[in-house]
Each structure stands twice: as C-alpha cells, then as structure tokens.
C-alpha cells in the first residue's frame, strides 16, 4: 500500500465494514472539543481510580449493556474513537440519577459529563441524538406548548425502577406535600397539564433565548415546524389578552 493511500485511510475512523460512514479525524476532535470546553467538565472530571465503584452502584448498569466507569476512562484518556462510539449507543442508557457521583471517591459525577455528551451529540445532529429523541417527540410537543408532561403522583419506585435509591424519596404523601408548594398544577394529573397561556409563552420564550429550540430544530426539524406554528399563535392570543387588559 502505498503512503498517500495509508494517509488516506488513517484520515478516517470507522469499520470498513459498517454502514455508518467513516468519520474524520478533525469531526472527532470538534466533538471531543465542545464535550472538553463546556464550563462544566473540569467539574464533573477530577480524575479515575479506574475502581469500579460508579458502575457497582449504578442502577442502569443492571439493566443495559453500560457502564460509567467506561465513560469516566474514555474522557480522561481523551481516547476520541471510543467517545465517538459511546455517544451512538451507551450514553443514552443513563437515567441520570447520580447515585455514580454521590460514590466517587475522586469527586466525579459520570452522570454529569452524560449530558455534557448528550448535548454535544444534539448540536452535532447525529444520528443517535434523533433515534433516541424521535420517539419522545410527543412529549416534546407537550412539555414546550403546555410546561410538564409528569405530575409527582405519577413518579413512585414501581415506575421508575432504573432511577436508583434517590427515587424513594417521592413515594410519600405527595397530595400532603405539594400543599406547602404555591404551585397547584402540580399536584395530580386532574391538573397537572392545565397551564395557563403566559406560562405557556413564557416557557416558549425561555427555549427560545436559550438556544433549545435552535437544538430541536437540527434533532427534528418538522417537530420544530410544528411548535414554532403552535407558539405563534399563542403568542398572538397571549398579545390579545394583554390588550384587553390594557383596554379595561
């Protein structure tokens, strides 16, 4: 082989073999790049025993092929190939519970740097990032144009098994306790999806200034379409309403 066609292949990351298109050097250190320059990675990453306690503990580990210790080492041995591939399939295993940080004897929160690659796999729009999404897209539909889709009453550790010892905490006299909380769209699912048109707006506004919208748009763009429409007719309705008021 000669050297050009050897500096040809090694330009590229991928199996020769696999469907997926090759992946080039420079698209992996963008990537791996974005995950390291988040504010909060040297706050998530302090180190790796490489001991195995965040995996031991992790309640998603016994229920999918993942493990957080495997993504603590990929990132501190800045092993780019093995990101990559982590961030089609492993990274989206993880419930977020954070049980990994409250037992990592150097402080790290695997948990965390999940969704630092999480949110670096949306704004690159890979395919994975859509796969997982697509099916929520309902969801997403209802938590931007009505503010939640779950009500407490909803969550318990039947449910929401993969959730790890954090979620006992909710299986309690919910009814009892969100009376101390001023907020009673949130005490069942009688009323939990009755949110009023200014949060609504506001909550739209929110995503809007934020840059979320702008990272739905690349997930699913149709989706995106769809709520832009949805949102804009709330917001002249909401406008309406406030000229009425102005009015009286």
């Not at 990675?41 to 995996?55: A, Q, S």
């Not at 550790?157 to 905490?169: C, R, T, Y």
């Not at 804009?232 to 309705?237: L, N, S, Y």
Request: proline share 6%; hydrophobic share 35%.
């Amino acid at each position: 082989m000669s050297h050009s066609s050897a500096s040809r292949i090694q330009e590229f990351i991928g199996d020769p073999v696999s469907d997926a298109p090759p992946v080039k050097r420079e698209q992996l250190e963008e990537i791996f790049q974005d995950i390291q320059g988040d504010l909060r990675f040297d706050h998530e990453l302090n180190g790796c025993l490489n001991c195995g306690i965040c995996t031991a503990t992790c309640p998603a580990a016994h229920y999918y092929d993942f493990s957080p210790r495997e993504i603590v080492q990929l990132l501190w041995t800045e092993n780019l190939e093995g990101i990559y591939d982590a961030m089609q399939e492993k990274i989206w295993s993880c419930a977020q519970c954070y049980t990994c940080a409250a037992r990592c004897p150097f402080g790290n929160s695997p948990g965390g740097l999940i969704m630092v690659m999480r949110e670096t796999a949306i704004k690159h729009g890979m395919e994975s990032a859509k796969a997982v999404l697509r099916p929520f897209s309902r969801v997403m539909l209802k938590l931007i144009s009505t503010g939640n889709q779950l009500s407490p009453d909803m969550i318990n550790p039947e449910g929401f098994a993969d959730w790890g010892p954090h979620i006992s905490k909710v299986d309690a006299p919910l009814a009892l306790l969100r009376k101390a909380i001023p907020m009673p769209t949130l005490h069942t699912t009688k009323t939990a999806w009755e949110v009023n048109l200014k949060t609504s707006v506001e909550l739209y506004t929110i995503w809007e200034e934020t840059g979320v919208l702008d990272s739905l748009e690349t997930i699913d763009e149709n989706l995106f379409d769809v709520i832009l429409d949805i949102m804009d007719e709330k917001r002249d309705d909401y406008e309406d309403w406030m000229d009425e008021q102005d009015d009286d």
